[in-house]
């Protein structure tokens, strides 16, 4: 069974760090792309960041790289956001999503195959 699962949101103040990770089952990674999305309250998602996983070539939603890193590890069949200095602008819902890459990667932020359930991100004092 084909299972992305996302972990490691929270609540955290601003300023704070989180990092979220993307757990990978039933399915290896090595011919995905895989991005992070957000989508806040009211708001539509947006493209948070995205990896290629098997060169690592990274990409960055508008304003993202400054504070966000994504990464992965080949071992471990998942990738991880490192996110800095948050700010409340960041609460959302997390999501990771996996791209088949058989006709290649095209546009980043569509046509993904496969979703996580989310994991909820609050930055809050």
Same mark, same amino acid.
């Given at each position: 069974? =084909?299972?992305?699962?996302?972990?490691?949101? #929270?609540?955290v103040?601003?300023?704070?760090?989180?990092?979220?990770? @993307?757990?990978?089952?039933? %399915?290896?990674l090595?011919?995905?792309?895989?991005?992070?999305?957000?989508?806040?309250? #009211?708001?539509?998602r947006?493209? =948070?960041?995205c !990896?290629v %996983?098997?060169?690592?070539i990274?990409?960055?939603?508008?304003?993202?790289?400054?504070? %966000?890193? !994504?990464?992965?590890?080949?071992?471990?069949?998942? =990738?991880?956001?490192?996110?800095?200095s948050?700010?409340?602008?960041?609460?959302?819902? *997390?999501? @990771?999503?996996?791209?088949?890459?058989?006709?290649?990667?095209?546009?980043?932020w569509?046509? *993904?195959?496969?979703?996580?359930?989310?994991?909820q991100?609050?930055?809050?004092?």
């Open positions: 069974q =084909v299972q992305l699962v996302e972990s490691g949101g #929270g609540l103040q601003p300023g704070g760090s989180l990092r979220l990770s @993307c757990a990978a089952s039933g %399915f290896t090595d011919s995905y792309a895989i991005g992070w999305f957000r989508q806040a309250p #009211g708001k539509e947006e493209g =948070v960041s !990896i %996983f098997n060169d690592g990274t990409y960055y939603g508008d304003s993202m790289e400054d504070r %966000f890193t !994504i990464s992965r590890d080949s071992a471990k069949n998942m =990738v991880y956001l490192q996110m800095n948050l700010k409340p602008e960041d609460t959302a819902v *997390y999501y @990771c999503a996996a791209k088949d890459l058989e006709y290649g990667l095209g546009y980043v569509d046509k *993904y195959d496969y979703w996580g359930q989310g994991a991100v609050t930055v809050s004092s």
